[in-house]
């Protein structure tokens, strides 16, 4: 007996020795060195680290003497501050991060952010054109492309990916998400934090990637009225099937930071709720990076009247799980105070300070500071060859073809006179969209240059009337023309002495983003009577939309032949719009977001809830609908055309009934019977016919790129796991339970083929 305990004894030693001598892994090695450094720290200089200030002075030049920036300049030199934004460029990152690293007493390096929303110098489209190809892999690159050139100036940290849903056309911001429906948005999601951050946490540390923020957490997308900013009011089934999924995506793929947003959800400013940032985002997903609030949200919490203070205000975003105060300057001038009086407890500073600190040693700052800074890299990456390809490629897959009655297109390349007419169709700005601070104006190739590169045949270009008058800023309204018609009458004769004409109308680029909500979504200015004007002189019609946001355009879907759905693309708009509108490039986008029929539908969308009364069973008005319009969508999710045609078979499932957990084989033959190779996004769409919660008419839970040659079939196969059959009750709870669940598969929401099954 004594000899087992003996040998027992010596394996334990034996074993704890081995794991004491057993190397630390990266994330351990991080751990102990954040330790080691928060406990050298003082209470001043860990407040610092949650303390975000914007750069507004020429940090290159001598130091500011007054006002705000003197101040910023002095906290700084301190070791007040942890991070920036705004900061770009090489040398200006340098001069700043030389400041907190040489000049303080810890040397703790700085991470810098910026809004990278679609690109930093060379621009991707929009977010939500993005979203519009369904193309994962591209959306990543993209991503990665945005990443190598803010890096490349010295960033190593974005303000995105937006992961937000939202239903409501009439909220600007919906340009930078990726639309209407949380499973979409999730792959979304996890393919741009992919493309920012690389494919796994270790990847952080290279001089190419940048730390990704999945922001707004959470609501905000549900802004009543579509107004900026606004009240958010919405059930507990809708924030955990709808809201929250793209956030849990990002968190699984590895996003080092979330950004809070300016809403309140049930009466508690995002900024100070706890229920989101402790209990659901640290406590039950177990994220370990840091959260960030969005501008001045912790002072805007006085004017939501949910603090009386600064101060009050500083404990409950504290208390909430608030890391680091962007702009507010209520941590550094608060906190210090608070924790001293015990209205904080010093141990949520630790944890705030100790996430910051984490991913600074991740994205490998403590190591080399300068890492980011290495001008002979900015020169070769920023506006490259190779990134200005990879943003056309982008581009070209984000265009929709929404209509093209009589074949319109694609434009013959020989033979054909075309009048492009429409301020748009000339304009370098507007098509770099609402958020491109980094790059320089009037760099986007216009449609009317891409145009020009095809030269069989004739082009004349007329402007019609302009769109807008006076300045146009990323901070001020634009004004739009709405008197001006001098250019009509040449408009009306290029189109009479053409064969087709290609308009380009829409919204100028800076009139969806942050702040630019709308309740008109038109066709501003004096662009829709020009339309009508020309569709009298002739009515061969290719409308080429830049928006960013879906629009109501009812009368054009009754009466233009072609309309392109072409967004806001970025750097290489006119060349991409070029190779679609000529068939160099067949168009395989489909809609990330309904468009409706008028604004009055809005908010609309596909994965709605049946109401009670559905349909018109007893030939009266007591039904949901409208008695004005109908209440379908002018556009549907997922709806988008090619150049060719795609047949569907029938909708196959290997069995009627399954077990609960057992996989679900979906199968359909897709065949290409038109005359072009082309590419379909076949859709996979569920319900759940009865449920212990009412859930939605159809619900996106697979799609798949087909690539056919022209008389080519292929079989596509999706597998449902519990993973898609289930759903969050109002606990948060997620649920898969036994029934019957149609299956929908086809080109769009509303163009599908069903089946059924049970799930015993």
Known sequence: MKQTFLLLAMLTLGSAQAQKNKPMNKEQEIEQKVDALLAKMTLEEKVGQMNQYNGFW???????????????????????????????GVK???????????????????????????????????????????????IQQSATTAASEAAASGINWTFGPNVDISRDARWGRVMEGAGEDPFLGSKVAEARVKGFQGSNRSDLASPLTIAACAKHFAGYGF?????????????????????????????????????????ILNGVPATGNSFLQRDILKGKWGFDGFVITDWASVREMITHGFAEDRAEATVKAVNAGADMDMESYAYVNELVQLVNEGKVDIALVDDAVRRILRV???????????KYCDEKREKATIGSKANNEAVLDMAKKSIVLLKNDNQLLPLKKKGQKIALIGALAANKNSPLGSWRIASDDN?????????????????????????????????????????????????????????VVVMV??????????????????????????????????????????????????????????????????????????????????????????????VGQVPIYYNQHSTGR?????????????????????????????YTTF?????????????????????????NTGNYDGKEVVQLYIRDIAASLSRPVKELKGFEMVSLKKGETKTVTFTLTDKELGFYNNEGEYLVEPGTFKVFVGTSSDNVQETTFKLR
């Open 58 to 88: 020429d940090v290159t030049g001598p130091s500011p003497k007054e006002g705000n920036a003197a101040l910023k300049y002095e906290h700084l030199r301190k070791g007040w501050v942890g991070s920036m934004l705004t900061v770009r």
């Open 92 to 138: 200006e990152v340098r001069a700043v991060q030389k400041i907190a690293v040489e000049e303080t007493r810890l040397g703790i390096p700085l991470i810098i952010g910026f809004d990278v929303i679609h690109g930093y110098k060379t621009l991707s489209p929009i977010p939500l054109a993005e979203a519009a190809s369904w193309d994962m892999e591209a």
């Open 223 to 263: 802004a009543e009225a579509g107004r900026d900013y606004n009240t958010v009011d919405m059930g507990n089934a809708t924030l955990y099937n709808t809201v929250l999924p793209p956030f849990k995506a990002a968190k699984e793929a590895g996003v080092r930071t979330f950004m809070n947003s300016f809403n």
């Open 360 to 370: 600074k040693y991740e994205l490998g700052l403590f190591d080399d500071p300068y």
């Open 443 to 499: 760099t986007a190739i216009s449609v009317l240059e891409g145009m020009q590169q095809y030269k069989g045949n004739e082009l004349v270009y007329e402007k019609g009337a302009d769109l807008t008058i006076g300045k146009t800023t990323f901070l001020d309204e634009l004004v739009f023309n709405t008197a001006d018609r001098s250019g009509f009458e040449a408009a009306k004769k290029a189109a009479k002495e053409a064969d």
């Open 505 to 598: 109308l829409g919204e100028h680029g800076f009139q969806s983003g942050e702040g630019r909500s709308r309740t008109h979504l038109d066709l501003p200015g004096l662009q829709q009577e020009l339309l009508e004007e020309i569709y009298k002189i002739n009515p061969n019609i290719v409308l080429v939309l830049n928006n960013g946001r879906p629009l109501a355009l009812p009368w054009a879907a009754e009466n233009i032949p072609a309309i392109v759905e072409a967004w806001h693309l970025g750097t290489q708009t006119g060349n991409a719009v070029a190779q679609v509108l000529y068939g160099d490039y067949n168009p395989s986008g489909k809609l990330p977001m309904s468009f409706p029929r008028n």
């Open 614 to 642: 559905p349909i018109d069973s007893d030939n009266n008005v007591f039904w949901s609908h409208y008695s004005d319009a109908e209440k379908t969508p002018q556009f549907a999710f997922g709806h988008g055309l090619s």
């Open 647 to 671: 047949k569907y078979g029938t909708v196959q499932l290997n069995k009627k009934e399954y077990s609960k957990g057992e996989p679900v084989k979906v199968s359909v033959d897709i065949t």
